[in-house]
Nanobody, 123 residues
């Protein structure tokens, strides 16, 4: 499984970005795709996840109402629309996959496959 993120960049506070995560394949019919981020000097934290087999999605409180996760299963691509960005959203954003249903948390230890990350900078 190879995951490739794109769409990062630099924006001013209040701006928007859309991240994409393209998978070469999904390991099983049912998978959870998550977005996690890591700011300098901080641990990697979960942002959102989405279940490839249905409509379930989950958001961390810090991004709820501002970020939207969506998917195009035909393209094996998951998107993260980020609106009203804040300086504290600055981080490297990673997409990741684990087998099975999503949980109501996004914890790095749950994920087996990772992308290389894309930088998001908000000033």
């Amino acid at each position: 499984v190879q995951l490739v993120e794109s769409g990062g960049g630099s924006v001013q506070a209040g701006g928007s970005l859309r991240l994409s995560c393209a998978a070469s394949e999904y390991p099983y019919p049912d998978n959870c795709v998550g977005w996690l981020r890591q700011a300098p000097g901080k641990d990697r934290e979960g942002v959102a996840n989405i279940y490839t087999g249905g409509r379930f999605s989950y958001y961390a409180d810090s991004v709820k109402g501002r970020f939207t996760i969506s998917q195009d299963n035909a393209k094996k691509t998951v998107y993260l629309q980020m609106n009203n960005l804040k300086p504290e959203d600055t981080a490297v954003y990673y997409c990741a996959v684990h087998v099975g249903h999503c949980y109501r948390t996004v914890v790095k230890e749950d994920f087996h496959f990772w992308g290389q990350g894309t930088q998001v900078t908000v000033s």
